[in-house]
């Protein structure tokens, strides 16, 4: 089966320009979670999403970013407009409620580099 | 107030021998999960080992196994017979609450240990 899929994988942008980072969850996942991973900061969930309906986006830093899940199978996080301190790892990850332990399967991140 | 801790930046460990890395929770929610995570330097995140707060047994995945002493609030990993492809970065998480109910799917994440094997 295939895992969750993250595009691209590298992105190098420059400061002020939007930015657009792309996630396919498992198929028959319920939960698809974005999260961003610095050296200084750590792991933070940014937001994430039950059935393709938002339901806690307290981690997202500002109004820059925002998040969507048109459907069951595809979700953005987009930064308008980007900057430095935006240069991060960006994971995708994605559980099934209904097993018991609901563990998350993450994507393979998306480097993002803001110049 | 940290959630998750683990205290230990960095360890290096012969090739072979068994390994305990360090992780304390804090929670008042009685209805908790504990994972481990494994970030090896190509970057992915996979998923190692998983312990529920009514578990009665001690998780084990093959040579990963989770030291879980609730009164102490410890869930220590501990890989048995370490090997070279051991070396990564290592994540103690905490899930509060259960199923369905608001908030329950959130993972909390330690800072990591960075795990290295030498032969």
Known sequence: DAGVIQSPRHEVTEMGQEVTLRCKPI???DYLFWYRQTMMRGLELLIYFNNNVPIDDSGMPED????KMPNASFSTLKIQPSEPRDSAV???ASSLSQKPRNEQFFGPGTRLTVL | AQKITQTQPGMFVQEKEAVTLDCTYDTSDPSYGLFWYKQPSSGEMIFLIYQ????Q???TEGRYSLNFQKARKSANLVISASQLGDSAMYFCAMREGWGVIQGAQKLVFGQGTRLTINP
Not at chain 1, 64 to 67: G, L
């Open chain 1, 27 to 29: 198929s028959g996942h």
């Open chain 1, 64 to 67: 820059r970013f925002s998040a």
């Open chain 1, 90 to 92: 960006y994971f995708c």
């Open chain 2, 52 to 55: 529920g707060s009514y578990d």
């Open chain 2, 57 to 59: 047994q001690n998780a």
